[in-house]
């Protein structure tokens, strides 16, 4: 596809962002299932945050172009093809991963309402209702989010700029593959819908993977194009779930178990692969200090937040210390990642675990220095759970850069989470 040409010739009104309910992150459907069978009355609020101050996404993208983005997704169902899709597929070589109960209602199901307005240079977009729903916004309200800000600055350049901005990201980006494919061993997966340029570019990236790096290529955690290109989808669970359990904790003790009850109740649901611990949304030492035993037998563990080398070998020592054999064990890294670091990671890991990777926004937005005044480099943009219940939410991360909520409940949880001083870094994206 001439993605540039594309670009020119309708100024992107043919192509909305979002083309279904499944063009969406597929760890996204996992918890859903998850929360709809175990927490389907919790009321939830989601609210995007852009970490990146500068980018006044207010002053860059027209509210009526995003209304009118929001309220295409509002009018989005399963089509009968995607329908069927998830109740027949093998994900993770299981048959059936998706219940006939949940699917009978995700069929049914239309986002709920959004709330948006401006503020001080900024959107502040908000969802409020029952949290199968009202999280199903997440992935896509990003989406939109970076893609118009996107748009924006493509509306700007000629015919000739979009095509020599395209050439030169895509052999920037075959330039990466390359490196990639001669790491022995390599397993990697696109992670980036959330942050991406755009659906079109995500999906060129996808078909670059698949023939640039063969079986190095593991999947793509996007639904939508999984399906359309016949690849694994890829995905598990993400800090929501333990955010919105501690929320509803009603003591300090409670508290302190919300995060592996978490992991029990996706104990009882998956198996295999699909087991993997995710430990740094209120400390990783603490957590894995104090964790059951029975998770030390599970596949692996996600890095998502901190140095990931450092996380890497807390995870050995655990699993050492526990009984367990490392070099059976998954590691994931899925944070911020580009070349240099995955290249790193993997010749300092090899043959201690088994090595996988999850690249994201720098892999499906990596326009750095290809527009004016690199007007087109990806940022820091999320949409977290802020509150359960009327409850606030609180995110601590092995990097205080992304923790989130209210300051005194911040103090809180580090005290029940006996989280002690944390070495700051870098959000990038």
């Given at each position: 596809m001439d993605i540039a040409t594309r670009v020119y010739n309708h100024k992107w009104k043919i192509d909305p962002i979002v083309r279904s309910l499944i063009d969406t992150d597929f760890y996204k459907l996992l918890m859903c299932q998850s929360v709809f069978r175990n927490k389907p009355d919790t009321r939830v609020a989601f609210s995007l945050i852009n970490r990146s101050k500068t980018v006044r996404l207010a002053e860059l993208i027209d509210e009526g172009e995003l209304r009118e983005q929001l309220?295409?997704?509002?009018?989005?169902?399963?089509?009968?093809?995607?329908?069927?899709?998830?109740?027949?597929?093998t994900f993770y070589g299981k048959?059936?991963?998706?219940?006939?109960?949940?699917?009978?209602?995700?069929?049914?199901?239309?986002?709920?309402?959004?709330?948006?307005?401006?503020?001080?240079?900024?959107?502040?977009?908000?969802?409020?209702?029952?949290?199968?729903?009202?999280?199903?916004w997440e992935i896509p309200a990003l989406a939109v989010l970076m893609e118009l800000r996107g748009r924006a600055v493509l509306n700007e350049m000629g015919r000739f700029e979009l095509q020599v901005l395209y050439a030169r990201a895509m052999t920037q980006m075959w330039e990466k593959v390359q490196r990639l494919r001669t790491i022995d061993g390599l397993k990697i997966a696109d992670f980036g819908t959330r942050r991406r340029h755009s659906f079109l570019w995500q999906d060129w990236c996808v078909q670059a993977m698949m023939e640039g790096l063969g079986d190095k290529f593991t999947?793509?955690?996007?639904?939508?194009?999984?399906?359309?290109?016949?690849?694994?989808?890829?995905?598990?669970?993400?800090?929501?779930?333990?955010?919105?359990?501690?929320?509803l904790a009603e003591t300090d003790a409670e508290l302190a178990e919300a995060p592996y009850q978490v992991l029990a109740d996706w104990h009882e649901e998956h198996s295999?692969?699909?087991?993997?611990?995710?430990?740094?949304?209120?400390?990783?030492?603490?957590?894995?200090?104090?964790?059951?035993?029975?998770?030390?037998?599970?596949?692996?563990?996600?890095?998502?937040?901190?140095?990931?080398?450092?996380?890497?070998?807390?995870?050995?020592?655990?699993?050492?210390?526990?009984?367990?054999?490392p070099t059976q064990k998954l590691v994931i890294f899925s944070d911020g990642l580009d070349v240099d670091q995955i290249e790193s990671l993997s010749a300092q890991f090899a043959g201690r675990v088994r090595v996988s990777f999850g690249w994201g926004t720098l892999l499906t937005n990596d326009f750095r220095g290809l527009a004016p005044n690199d007007a087109l480099a990806p940022f820091s943009l999320v949409c977290k759970a802020v509150s359960a219940n009327g409850r606030p939410t609180v995110k601590l991360s092995d990097n205080p850069e992304k923790a989130m909520g209210p300051k005194d409940e911040i103090e809180r949880y580090k005290r029940v989470f006996g989280v002690g001083e944390q070495e700051r870094r870098e959000v990038v994206v």
């Open positions: 309220d295409h997704i509002r009018s989005l169902s399963l089509s009968r093809g995607e329908s069927t899709w998830l109740r027949g597929n048959r059936q991963m998706f219940r006939p109960d949940f699917m009978e209602w995700f069929e049914n199901l239309r986002l709920p309402p959004y709330h948006l307005e401006k503020i001080d240079g900024q959107y502040e977009l908000t969802f409020e209702g029952s949290w199968p729903e009202v999280m199903l999947g793509t955690s996007n639904c939508l194009i999984a399906m359309k290109r016949e690849v694994e989808a890829i995905g598990t669970n993400a800090h929501e779930l333990p955010m919105v359990y501690a929320a295999g692969n699909l087991r993997i611990i995710l430990p740094d949304t209120y400390g990783t030492d603490g957590f894995l200090k104090r964790a059951p035993d029975w998770l030390a037998g599970w596949t692996g563990i996600r890095i998502d937040s901190g140095d990931p080398a450092s996380g890497a070998e807390t995870a050995i020592c655990w699993w050492q210390d526990r009984g367990e054999d």
